[in-house]
């Protein structure tokens, strides 16, 4: 199963400078193994030492929060979109 995964600029180094990037997987959790695979580094990137995905990292799922979804269980089917978007902080 295929989805189309929205890169933001913090990791498009690590994906060849791609805005945008088709993985294979049916959930949120798999997306992200998946991603490791392709592009070694994410996964430490977007996950803590547990392996659940960084407080400051917001993904969403054709366009919905995964929080209020199944978080990393959220099922995907073939061509959702997946936004990858780190919280950014200022003062």
Known sequence: MSVEVKIPAPL???????????????????????????????KERLCDESGKIRRFINIYVNEKDIRFLENEDTKLKDGDEVSIIPAIAGG
Request: without cysteine; charged residues 30%; aromatic residues 4%.
């Open 12 to 42: 498009r180094g690590m994906t060849g400078n791609r805005t945008k990037v088709e993985i294979e997987g049916n959930t949120v959790q798999d997306l992200i193994e998946d991603l490791e695979k392709q592009f070694p580094g994410t």
